[in-house]
């Protein structure tokens, strides 16, 4: 497990929080790892990003939001506004497209409803195929566990990276 923490982190990076805290069960370490869908997939890497960070948001897991952010949100280009509705805002600020509201609605009724109404899954459906709208419920309810699991178990913030940005 070490040799993967090792390959996982980018250089001088140490092994974040959570994945030391499930490193000590190798079952459930490996298992965790097999179900991130963080390869190349049906979403760009922006969609995945995004998909990530409204889920962790809504659910109140800084520590996941932060380390994704931190690790990802320069290369997809998430602006200040666009980082600050992801937390406090609405799939309706100026800040997005109208693509990207399709998707943060997805999120949002995912997480209030456990469900997707059919009008929110045809509003995707013009900007995502079938097989990328199945990838973002797994996306979601992965990193819904994800929240869980650093919620539940205090993980300590890492230092690197960001905080919620401040309630407006």
Not at 30 to 40: E, H, N, P, S, Y
Request: charged share 20%; glycine share 8%.
């Amino acid at each position: 497990m070490q040799a993967w923490l090792d390959r996982t982190m980018p250089p001088g990076v140490p092994p974040l929080g959570l994945f030391t805290t499930l490193a000590r069960d190798p079952r459930l370490f490996q298992r965790f790892m097999a179900g991130g869908l963080l390869d190349r997939g049906n979403l760009t890497l922006r969609q995945r990003e995004l998909v990530i960070d409204r889920v962790t948001a809504r659910a109140g897991s800084e520590y996941e939001w932060g380390v994704h952010v931190a690790l990802f949100g320069a290369r997809v280009k998430l602006t200040p506004a666009q980082l600050a509705s992801l937390v406090h805002g609405s799939p309706d600020d100026a800040c997005w497209d109208e693509a990207e509201r399709a998707l943060l609605r997805v999120c949002d009724e995912l997480h209030t409803t456990c469900t997707v109404s059919d009008a929110t899954w045809a509003a995707a459906g013009v900007h995502l195929t079938e097989t990328a709208r199945i990838e973002v419920l797994m996306l979601a309810g992965f990193y819904r566990t994800v929240a869980y699991l650093t919620n539940a178990l205090r993980i300590p913030l890492e230092a690197f990276a960001p905080r919620f940005p401040p309630g407006s």
